[in-house]
Nanobody, 120 residues
Framework: QVQLDESGGGLAQSGGSLSVSCAASRNIVRIYIMSWYRQAPGKRRDLVGSITAGGRITLSDSVKDRFTISRDIIKNTITLQMNSLKSEDTAVYYC??????????????WGQGTQVTVSS
């Protein structure tokens, strides 16, 4: 099972930018999909965006005009770049990975979470 180590986040003002990164313990081009989720206090954990092993990126409607996902296949890292931040982006951000083996069996991993706080 892949290990995920998150970094980044912190505090930003509304309209500012932050990034969070997720370093995987193995080759990310062999990971079926990697995603960012976020969870605000008292709310469910929601999908922010994903990047597949082939590099296809999807983002939720609430962030697609402000956030981007990139990856560094040398460092086995994905990064969520967050621009034009809003107070409603305040949440703990989690990295997620889903691996598939040759038999179609899946294994899921989560990072420890990193706090992003946007002040208005």
């Amino acid at each position: 099972q892949v290990q995920l180590d998150e970094s980044g986040g912190g505090l930003a003002q509304s309209g500012g930018s932050l990034s969070v990164s997720c370093a995987a313990s193995r080759n990310i081009v062999r990971i079926y999909i990697m995603s960012w989720y976020r969870q605000a206090p008292g709310k469910r954990r929601d999908l922010v965006g994903s990047i597949t092993a082939g590099g296809r990126i999807t983002l939720s409607d609430s962030v697609k005009d402000r956030f981007t996902i990139s990856r560094d296949i040398i460092k086995n890292t994905i990064t969520l770049q967050m621009n034009s931040l809003k107070s409603e982006d305040t949440a703990v951000y989690y990295c997620y990975a889903k691996e598939l083996d040759g038999l179609g069996r899946s294994a899921e991993s989560w990072g420890q979470g990193t706090q992003v706080t946007v002040s208005s």
